[in-house]
């Protein structure tokens, strides 16, 4: 005698095959629609997105720093407060002097006049028009060709010296002073380093102090 079945069990086993397509199939559906409008050979994730397929929007160019080729920018407004640069009173203005002489931009030895300066700051590869303005000796200039003042002969070093340049920003390299929320001024990198030879020299260690307790 056959064992009885349940009206539940029943209509399971009819039914069931049905109710998993009827689920199953706009799944598949959706699948198939996804890949046939994709590119072939990427997924429908890589299809365009017409939000965000126009051109990027770069920040703009920090104050101070020299020009870059991606903004093309050919000068930026000075972005630091610094003293006057320690140019020599009997030497400056340069142009007193050099507006009389033809410009001669041939690498050689000073043997008339600046014979006091003695270049150790990358000599092989660098000399005197590669910072100094050929033109007019009152100006620097970047490897770029943009003239710049003394005042902003930062912009100059920090063309090679970038980890110093961008700590130097930040108040950790040299010296900074003024109100931690307000303005500051920045000592030039001239005024700790002679730029033709900016390698401190070695220093006599002094004395310890004396402790209070030995004073009488």
Known sequence: MAAAVSPKNYFLSRFEPLLRAFLVAPLAVAMVGSCQSAPAGKAAIDSPDPVHTGPATLPPPQNGLPPDPIHSVKEEPKGFAVPKPPLSKELWPCQDCHEAQVPNPVRRELKEEHTNIH?????ANRWCLDCHNKDNRDFLHLASGVTITFDESYRLCGQCHGTQYRDWKSGIHGKRTG????EK?????????NPHSPHFKPLKPEAPPVRPTLIR
């Open 119 to 123: 270049l150790h700051h990358d000599e």
């Open 185 to 193: 001024q920045y000592l030039l990198c001239v005024h700790c380093h």
């Open 179 to 182: 109100m931690w929320d307000g």
